[in-house]
């Protein structure tokens, strides 16, 4: 069989795996890696109210450390088929490029690291360590059955991981710009303020909420929640929505809300974020203000690994190859590295994002035969050799 970078996410690219389908994909890692020695999991884990999903754990090696690759192979629909240059599932090559859904975002990453891991084995079937797959079905859905339980189950097994690489596309414009050490965390309120209806002609007769609600609000915004951290931007809070729902000119209305949603760096817990919103709150409403404060439950905490030794193989092996030094990031969404980094330091490095839910979704294949080479320096540097 083919172990290039390019055969392999071809192969990937022609399943179709919209989440929650799994449409052979892991079904296809599973032989690939069987075959190269690993022993491999499928595992479905199910949820009231949410598709079942399909999940794969695979482990090549007894010994210690561990190094895990984790990544998924669900993709975003394509959308309007009729405006793909190719078959989003075809796995078609267009001069130096290969198209398709997750080309990028991310059986691409899966392929090289896949790819990686074989040219490591090869070189050095009997090094000391394990190398290990997670593979979730279950990232761009609602997330519920896949990397949570992936790491519980694995647990439950007595699986002990000391170091991850998660391959999302992390670069935003050339293989090379940028390794993410962390991420921020994400916290979402809802404020609604009580005033009392009435007619404009009359407003001593009313208690209009929309300028307390301003008045309030502008709490939250006007004074920067914190300066940012040696790794992390400031914290950011952006007001999203805020709602009235009055259709009459002339009637004051009787309640008005708000929601708003803070991306916050490693100053924060979701904890700590809610006590300073809800003081601010507190301070600007005085005795005068009637409403109500309520966060959504979170568990997109802020993290980061520390540039350790581990992030200096990756972050050398990515130089070697591609001549560019990489910047060590935390910016950007939430990732699947929220939940993986409570059982290990993670490391998350992959293709370059740009098409990624596009229309078009394509990667260059020089970009997969040299990410398939920073992966395999990386297995290189981390299990030295034996002398
Ligand atoms: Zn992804």
Known sequence: MD???????????????????????????????????FEVHRLVFSEPGTPDVENLYARYGKGEPYLLFAGHTDVVPPGDVSRWRHDPFGGVIDGSELHGRGAVDMKGG????????????????????????????????????????????????????????????????????????????????HVVVEGKQGHVAYPHLADNPIPNLMRILSALITKPLDHGTEHFDASNLEVTTVDVGNPAANVIPASARATFNIRFNDIWTPQSLEEEIA??????????????????????????????????????????ETGIRPKLS??????????????????????????????????????LDRLAVIYRKVLEAYFPEAV
């Open 110 to 189: 899966v392929a090289c690291m896949m790819a990686g891991a074989l040219a490591f084995i090869r070189e050095r079937p009997d090094f000391k360590g394990s190398i290990g797959f997670l593979i979730t079905g279950d990232e761009e859905g609602p997330a519920i059955n896949g990397t949570v339980k992936l790491l519980d189950w694995a647990k439950g097994r007595g699986e002990r991981f000391d170091a991850c690489i998660l391959g999302e596309p992390t670069n935003p414009n050339r293989l090379g710009d940028m390794i993410k050490i962390g991420r921020r965390g994400s916290l979402t309120g």
């Open 3 to 37: 172990h290039s970078p390019l055969a392999l996410a071809q192969s990937l690219l022609r399943c179709p795996s919209v989440t929650p389908a799994e449409g052979g994909a892991l079904a296809f890692i599973e032989s690939v890696l069987r075959e190269a020695g």
């Open 330 to 367: 935390t910016t950007g969404g939430t990732s699947d590295a929220r939940f993986i980094v409570r059982d290990c330091p993670v490391v998350e490095f992959g293709l370059v994002g740009q098409t990624m839910h596009q229309v078009d979704e394509r990667v260059p294949v020089a970009d």
């Open 279 to 320: 003081c601010r709150l507190r301070e600007a409403a005085g005795n005068t203000v009637r409403y109500t404060l309520t966060m959504e439950p979170t568990n997109a905490f802020a993290f980061l690994t520390e540039p350790n030794a581990f992030v200096g193989f990756i972050a050398d092996a990515v130089e070697a």
